[in-house]
């Protein structure tokens, strides 16, 4: 019987998720009896403030369908927060469509259709209301539909973290960027970028970010982009600075620089001295690595095992290795090695918003303006975001 004052579809989703198990990193979720659906939680997700000023919640869940039997194809996916109603999120087919990526083994693009005795990754994405907590926990309710019958993996409960993430000052000193390839959109290569090992699915990108130099018109180029040099790129040879106290545990220098719109052979591995060009990787401490990609021929200014403080100079944002253009590639994660890595959610404590853009704007001939500034602290930089440093 329902409880007085208590909505009916809290109430169940309270109860169920009392009744299954917690779904923690690569634990088996309890199913209902005849379910022979196989659900898991990818890393255990971690509040996070966006520059929109909400809190959201990334995380990802895999789903591997049977080995006997029909296809399954996912048909909706609904998320509960502890104390909601409605659902905070509702994917139906059309969604889940660009947010599933099947048969993660063979890197299979994007669709919603689970073949048998293979696995599924579904990008989750959570915002919670204006002026709410994070919740403790999320119940997540699958339907998916094979052989003929609808199946439903009841209420998954999903633990969220009650811990603030990194907090760091800024990778690079002044100028305005765009957040390009950055967290929030499921399509972008960073958080479509899948590594399975065995069993194990890991997302080391889950958090990076490109970023591209803008001028004070929303320009990332001087000139035509066909014609450029790395030189007319707003952003080339811009100083890469660390965000924190630490011990460069990792760097790399004398990479020659591809010309811009150079399209690099596919790399052996997502390893950076594979995709990495000049690179440097700060240890912060622990297993926490930050990796800095891309940087400018001869620039590298630290070496292995050197310690360097926050705003120290480390190099140069450059072209060089698995790129076609000048930018800063950002990562954040929990393992020296990126096969065994997650990624993890950080926060710069302070910088400024100045609206949206897209990379098709910033470099074609319809530059978005930059909108007036607006000061924001401990915040991630969403995708297609327009953000400013401080010079100090």
């Given at each position: 019987?329902?409880?007085?004052?208590?909505?009916?579809?809290?109430?169940?989703?309270?109860?169920?998720?009392?009744l299954?198990a917690i779904l923690?990193?690569s634990?088996?979720?309890q199913?209902q009896?005849?379910?022979?659906?196989?659900?898991r939680?990818?890393a255990?997700?971690?509040?996070v403030?966006g520059?929109?000023?909400?809190t959201?919640?990334?995380y990802?869940?895999?789903?591997t369908?049977p080995a006997?039997g029909?296809?399954?194809?996912?048909?909706?996916?609904e998320?509960?927060?502890?104390?909601e109603v409605?659902?905070?999120?509702?994917?139906?087919?059309?969604e889940?469509e660009g947010?599933v990526?099947?048969?993660?083994?063979?890197?299979?693009?994007?669709?919603?259709?689970?073949?048998?005795?293979?696995?599924?990754?579904?990008?989750?994405w959570?915002t919670v209301?204006?002026?709410?907590?994070?919740?403790?926990?999320l119940c997540n309710?699958?339907?998916?539909?094979?052989?003929?019958?609808?199946?439903?993996?009841?209420?998954?409960?999903?633990?969220?973290?009650q811990r603030?993430?990194?907090?760091m000052?800024p990778?690079?000193?002044?100028?305005l960027?765009?957040?390009?390839?950055?967290p929030?959109?499921?399509?972008?290569?960073?958080?479509?970028?899948?590594?399975?090992?065995?069993?194990?699915?890991?997302?080391p990108?889950?958090?990076a970010?490109?970023f591209?130099?803008?001028?004070?018109?929303g320009?990332?180029?001087?000139?035509?982009?066909?014609?450029?040099?790395?030189?007319d790129?707003?952003?080339f040879?811009?100083?890469?600075?660390a965000?924190a106290?630490?011990?460069i545990?990792?760097?790399r220098?004398g990479?020659v620089?591809?010309?811009?719109?150079?399209e690099?052979?596919?790399?052996?591995s997502?390893?950076l001295?594979?995709?990495?060009?000049?690179?440097?990787?700060?240890?912060?401490?622990?297993?926490?690595?930050?990796?800095?990609a891309?940087l400018?021929?001869?620039?590298?200014?630290v070496?292995?095992?050197?310690r360097?403080?926050r705003g120290?100079?480390?190099?140069?944002?450059?072209?060089?290795?698995?790129?076609?253009?000048?930018?800063?590639h950002f990562?954040?994660?929990d393992?020296a090695l990126?096969a065994?890595?997650?990624?993890?959610?950080?926060?710069?404590?302070?910088?400024?918003?100045l609206?949206?853009?897209?990379?098709?704007?910033?470099?074609?001939?319809?530059?978005?303006?930059?909108?007036?500034p607006?000061?924001?602290?401990?915040?991630?930089?969403?995708?297609?975001?327009?953000v400013?440093?401080?010079?100090?």
């Amino acid at each position: 019987m329902d409880g007085p004052g208590v909505p009916r579809r809290l109430q169940l989703c309270a109860s169920m998720c009392v009744l299954t198990a917690i779904l923690e990193p690569s634990a088996p979720a309890q199913r209902q009896e005849l379910d022979t659906i196989d659900v898991r939680l990818g890393a255990a997700p971690v509040p996070v403030e966006g520059t929109d000023g909400r809190t959201h919640i990334g995380y990802e869940l895999h789903v591997t369908a049977p080995a006997q039997g029909g296809d399954l194809q996912l048909e909706r996916l609904e998320v509960f927060g502890e104390r909601e109603v409605e659902p905070l999120v509702s994917y139906g087919p059309d969604e889940l469509e660009g947010r599933v990526r099947p048969d993660v083994e063979r890197n299979a693009r994007y669709g919603r259709v689970v073949r048998r005795d293979t696995t599924a990754v579904v990008n989750v994405w959570v915002t919670v209301p204006q002026g709410r907590r994070a919740p403790r926990f999320l119940c997540n309710e699958l339907r998916g539909s094979g052989a003929g019958k609808e199946t439903v993996v009841g209420d998954l409960r999903v633990n969220v973290r009650q811990r603030a993430p990194l907090v760091m000052g800024p990778p690079l000193r002044g100028g305005l960027w765009i957040s390009h390839n950055g967290p929030g959109d499921h399509r972008a290569a960073h958080w479509g970028s899948v590594l399975v090992k065995g069993r194990r699915i890991t997302v080391p990108q889950r958090f990076a970010i490109d970023f591209l130099g803008l001028d004070a018109t929303g320009r990332g180029v001087r000139g035509p982009l066909q014609d450029s040099s790395n030189a007319d790129w707003v952003g080339f040879g811009a100083e890469v600075i660390a965000v924190a106290d630490g011990v460069i545990r990792e760097s790399r220098d004398g990479v020659v620089d591809n010309p811009p719109l150079f399209e690099p052979g596919p790399p052996a591995s997502l390893e950076l001295p594979a995709t990495g060009g000049n690179y440097v990787v700060l240890q912060l401490g622990g297993k926490t690595m930050v990796h800095y990609a891309h940087l400018q021929q001869g620039s590298v200014a630290v070496r292995t095992g050197q310690r360097v403080r926050r705003g120290q100079l480390l190099g140069r944002l450059g072209n060089s290795g698995n790129t076609n253009g000048a930018h800063l590639h950002f990562n954040v994660v929990d393992d020296a090695l990126i096969a065994n890595a997650e990624g993890l959610p950080y926060v710069f404590d302070s910088f400024e918003v100045l609206g949206t853009t897209t990379v098709d704007a910033a470099f074609g001939d319809a530059a978005t303006y930059p909108s007036p500034p607006a000061q924001v602290r401990r915040a991630l930089p969403f995708n297609s975001a327009i953000v400013g440093f401080p010079r100090n």
